[in-house]
């Protein structure tokens, strides 16, 4: 998105006083797209619930004025939550590349890009498809993408660098692949291999993302 010439106002999720009180309307003034990324938090963990609803509170408050939203894992459970859908811990943990299938209700709403070649995925939970949102993707594990209106929310993870996918693996997450049956040599080397293709795809997805959002190019 910087290369195609966007800016942003970062608010990092995980710093409790980077959000406003509950008394606080959210800022949106000259904001054309709220981006929703990841964490490695859940969305109903009661420790964290000040930052979570906050910044749900700020994707309501977007979407109220018409401002469409991109959400990427976390991000995505966060939409798929003010949407009226609900997260809750998926049946298995999906971590590493892999692929998604088209929803059979999706036609021809979803990119070619997205089921040409497996994403990176890191996460514990699934969210449910909230009511009058169209399911894009899909795998084993839950839904993969939707649409509502101009806003978009993606379980995968397609920003995802060899830098990123180092820095996730290192302490805890070194452990949490262990679990999974991998190991850190193991996903960098997939990670460098799947990166080209990967790249290529992100960008056809991005434009689409941007194209139902409402900015074309």
């Known amino acids: 998105m910087r290369r195609l010439g966007w800016s942003f106002t970062e608010r990092i999720r995980e710093s409790h006083s980077a959000w406003p009180r509950d008394t606080d309307e959210p800022d949106l003034e000259g904001a054309d797209l709220v981006v929703s990324l990841g964490s ?9 619930a000040v930052p979570v609803l906050a910044e749900q509170r700020l994707i309501r408050a ?17 939409l798929s939550t003010v949407l009226g859908g609900t997260v ?20 021809t709403g979803a990119p070619a890009a997205m089921f040409e070649g497996p994403w990176m995925q890191w996460h514990y939970d699934a969210f449910t498809v909230p009511s009058g949102a169209t399911l894009l993707a899909q795998s084993e594990v839950g839904p993969q993408a ?24 290192r302490d805890e997450g070194a452990d949490e692949l262990a679990v999974v049956g991998t190991d850190v040599a193991t996903l960098l080397g997939e990670t460098r291999r799947e990166l080209d293709s990967a790249r290529r795809r992100c960008d056809a997805l991005m434009t689409w993302v941007l194209e139902t959002a409402g900015f074309g190019r």
């Open 88 to 107: 809750s811990r998926a049946a298995r943990a999906e971590i590493g590349w892999c692929t998604v299938d088209p929803a059979l209700e999706s036609g």
């Open 40 to 48: 490695g938090w859940s969305t109903y963990w009661d420790d964290v």
């Open 62 to 78: 977007a979407l109220d004025a018409a401002v469409p939203v991109f959400g990427i894992c976390f991000g995505a459970q966060q």
């Open 146 to 169: 939707f649409v509502h209106h101009r806003s978009v929310g993606l379980q995968f993870h397609p920003e995802a660098t060899e830098s990123i996918v180092a820095q996730w693996s």
